[in-house]
């Protein structure tokens, strides 16, 4: 079993549309990441948190360690926000990341 | 742009070459980190570097793999006699202790 999981693998949605995918980790954490990758290779970082909730423009992630769960969500999803979104976690440390397999999100016009 | 540059940005090579990549981390970033990623994983994690010192290394990193970083500014991974099986993207990261991490581009790597 991966440290990190995510849910769902594959999402497809309508322009316009609410969107939450989900990141399970086993390990404790100083840290979760949620990243994004374009097409090409390139990743961007979306969001580090350590507790609660965190907001930037339509992007809202959210982490409750008791559970061990992370949720991202992306409200009035557009086509460009097609990607593949990555969960990871750091253990402290060296901070070195523990990624998930990533969720790719096609949003249709 | 990130800020973290990689050359080059694809490699092709047949099995048994060497090849060196190379990433120009953020300047005032401290740490750099290699990851491999394979078509359809996430990333994994290679090597990492705090200054000039290589401070942990992955079990993923056989004997072939070498890293550099050479007065804690860029660094070079090597790959010496290139199998099949290390096709894949190479990506650079570099952060100050304690924050996120900026990623590279990425050297697609196809072992021939």
């Known amino acids: 079993k991966n440290e990190v999981e995510q849910s769902p693998q594959n999402l497809t949605a309508q322009e316009g549309e609410f969107i939450t995918i989900n990141c399970s980790y086993s390990?404790?954490?100083?840290?979760l990441h949620w990243l994004q990758q374009h097409p090409g290779g390139g990743i961007v970082s979306l969001f580090m948190?350590?507790?609660g909730k965190k907001k930037h423009g339509r992007l809202i992630a959210t982490i409750n360690i008791q559970e061990k769960h992370s949720s991202l969500h992306i409200t009035a999803s557009h086509p460009r926000d097609s990607a593949v979104y990555i969960c990871?976690?750091?253990?402290?440390?060296?901070?070195?990341?523990?990624f998930g397999k990533g969720t790719k999100l096609t949003v249709n016009p | 742009d990130t800020g973290v540059s990689q050359d080059p940005r694809h490699k092709i090579t047949k099995r048994g070459q060497n090849v060196t990549f190379r990433c120009d981390p953020i300047s005032e970033h401290n740490r750099l980190y290699w990851y491999r990623q394979t078509l359809g994983q996430g990333p994994e994690f290679l090597t990492y570097f705090q200054n000039e010192a290589q401070l942990e290394k992955s079990r993923l990193l056989s004997d072939r793999f070498s890293a550099e970083r050479p007065k804690g500014s860029f660094s070079t991974l090597e790959i010496q006699r290139t199998e099949q099986g290390d096709s894949a993207m190479y990506l650079c990261?570099?952060?100050?202790?304690?924050?996120?991490?900026?990623f590279g581009p990425g050297t697609r790597l196809t072992v021939l």
């Open positions: 990261a570099s952060s100050l202790q304690g924050y996120e991490q900026f």
């Open positions: 948190l350590s507790s």
């Open positions: 990871a976690v750091d253990q402290g440390g060296s901070e070195k990341l523990v």
């Open positions: 390990v404790g954490i100083s840290a």
